[in-house]
């Protein structure tokens, strides 16, 4: 009896993680972009920037620190040396060891440790806006990607319909024929647009399919065949984001994204390194101690009296005035000037990009919906078209040929306000991006 519960229990256990794992087999658009963020390369790589700046700051904060260092040596003396405790010219092996001790302090070195410590919280920060600009670059396309998917699916759905559609009406064709309503020729029309639906279904699932492949790549997905997004249906959303004004979309973006703030702080940093450059044009004061002793082998005195006859200390202060260098820090400071005035056009250009971005997502947004307006009267209008042709094609008051043209037509208005439809739903999200909306998991 306890046999057979193990067994009841452990085949439960199978079945209920089966049952997990067929429900993690559905991705969500949300799943998607948090795997995206955590496998893609490139932002692996942006954070290992970012940890290599938080080390730059370690270093930053050293300078201010004294420098601390200590020595020592063991020494083997053979043939004539002088005695250490004598100062006499001896011929033998003398063994004897020494030790040292030395600290340094920068005094003053013209502001340079404390601009390059503005430099490295500068550059932490930029690291920062460089990686959340790339997880929002990669959100987005991954919602692109997932919307293509979502499109292709449906349009394979709408040709499976199609095809069951035109099997129908090739069975129903060929019945009258057989009862002589309508010549072969007509036959032949719609034998010839049930092939022509099933190349249409042929390139839908194929279309499918690379849409699927192109986001299982993009989420590093080994195994494409069980790679599926979950089955939910989207509607049009609604954002007042497409009634706002350009200008205030620009500004809004201006304040807050992402690439605006990484090319400022660029820009910062390029003024700081400018600022660091000039340092070295002025006096640097550093102070030192130093304390060293020595000890030989074979003294008739002990070590310890050694050690404190021969120790030794010198302190003072050093001053470093630049003079000529060479050139090389005039030099240094016009490379700084001219990097700060690089990094500023590229902040203008920058922002000159997010302008013509933001007039053109918001034309966009509005054409995608007009379009999709429209597709939606002409899905209307043909689909009552065609149901009309289809009640006088089976009565006999119709000719295969325009019945045909009418089906087409309605074919084509489905597939176009699929499309519309999700162009809108992209588009919108891209101009809500830009507003600041994060609801970009639709």
Not at 17 to 24: D, G, K, M, P, V
């Amino acid at each position: 009896m306890k046999n057979i519960l193990k067994l009841i229990s452990a085949i439960s256990l199978v079945f209920f993680c089966s049952i997990n794992l067929n429900a993690q087999e559905k991705w969500t658009l949300k799943d998607c972009v948090e795997r995206a963020i955590e496998k893609n390369i490139s932002i692996k790589n942006s954070r290992l920037d970012l940890l290599n700046v938080l080390e730059d700051k370690k270093t930053a904060i050293g300078n201010f620190l004294p420098s601390l260092n200590y020595s020592g040596n063991h020494t083997w003396n053979t043939g004539l040396s002088q005695n250490i405790t004598n100062g006499l010219l001896e011929n033998k092996t003398n063994q004897f060891s020494s030790v040292n001790m030395s600290v340094g302090l920068d005094v003053f070195s013209g502001l340079a440790n404390i601009r390059r410590l503005h430099r490295a919280n500068l550059n932490i920060l930029a690291k920062k806006y460089q990686l959340e600009d790339m997880k929002e670059n990669i959100s987005l396309l991954v919602a692109n990607s997932y919307l293509q998917i979502l499109f292709n699916k449906e349009q394979l759905n709408i040709q499976k319909l199609q095809l069951k559609v035109s099997e129908e009406e090739f069975i129903i064709a060929k019945e009258k024929y057989n009862n002589g309503v309508i010549p072969k020729g007509d036959l032949y029309e719609i034998e010839a647009k049930l092939a022509k639906t099933e190349q249409n279904l042929v390139v839908s699932e194929n279309s499918y399919m690379m849409s699927k492949i192109s986001l299982s790549q993009l989420l590093r997905f080994k195994n494409v065949e069980k790679f599926e997004i979950a089955d939910e249906e989207y509607i049009i959303p609604e954002s007042e984001v497409i009634l706002k004004d350009v200008n205030e979309i620009y500004k809004f973006a201006l304040r807050n994204r992402n690439d605006i703030k990484l090319a400022k702080t660029n820009l910062e940093i390029a003024k700081k390194d400018e600022t660091i450059s000039k340092s070295v044009l002025l006096p640097s004061i550093a102070s030192f101690y130093s304390f060293s002793s020595r000890i030989m082998a074979d003294a008739p005195t002990s070590f310890q009296e050694q050690y404190d006859l021969n120790s030794g200390k010198s302190f003072g202060l050093q001053i470093n005035i630049p003079i000529l260098n060479g050139y090389s820090s005039r030099a240094g400071i016009k490379k700084s000037k001219i990097n700060v005035l690089r990094n500023r056009n590229i902040l203008e250009q920058i922002k000159l990009d997010l302008e013509n971005t933001v007039n053109q997502s918001l034309n966009d947004a509005r054409g995608a919906l007009k379009a999709y307006e429209a597709a939606k009267k002409t899905n209307l209008a043909s689909k009552t078209s065609y149901n009309y042709a289809k009640e006088r094609f089976e009565n006999g008051a119709m000719n295969t040929i325009n019945f045909l043209q009418a089906q087409q037509r309605f074919e084509g208005s489905q597939s176009e306000l699929i499309r519309a439809k999700y162009d809108y739903i992209f588009k919108i999200k891209v101009l809500e991006f830009y507003f600041g909306i994060p609801n970009i998991y639709l």
